[in-house]
């Protein structure tokens, strides 16, 4: 089964940056679907992006325009690149298999002055 690792997260400042990454184990990872999400304090999960396997990206209107999400195959990583980033960004944000219940353990994203 795949497992996923995040890492990148940390504290910025508003209007900051930062690039996430999502690294995942498997020979498979070129044909999977992968997305991330995130999760602030006392809301629900939320989905903010997704690319499938031929590249093609979606993304949640609050983040679109700011974030790109991206993917390596030759080294099994996916990204999100965080710009411009606002304190309600701040969350855990968690990357997935899109389409299963496979999850990474979650990077905090902390955007305060």
């Known amino acids: 089964q795949v497992q996923l690792v995040e890492s990148g997260g940390g504290l910025v400042q508003p209007g900051g940056s930062l690039r996430l990454s999502c690294a995942a184990s498997?020979?498979?990872?070129?044909?999977?679907?992968m997305a991330w999400y995130r999760q602030a304090p006392e809301k629900r999960r939320e989905w903010v992006a997704s690319?499938?396997?031929?590249?093609?990206?979606t993304y949640a209107g609050s983040v679109r325009g700011r974030f790109t999400i991206s993917r390596d195959n030759a080294k099994n990583i996916v990204y999100l690149q965080l710009n411009s980033l606002k304190p309600e960004d701040t969350a855990v944000y968690y990357c997935?298999?899109?389409?299963?219940?496979?999850w990474g353990q979650g990077t905090q994203v902390t955007v305060s002055s």
């Open positions: 997935n298999v899109q389409f299963t219940n496979v």
């Open positions: 690319i499938n396997s031929s590249g093609s990206t």
């Open positions: 498997g020979s498979t990872f070129s044909s999977l679907s």
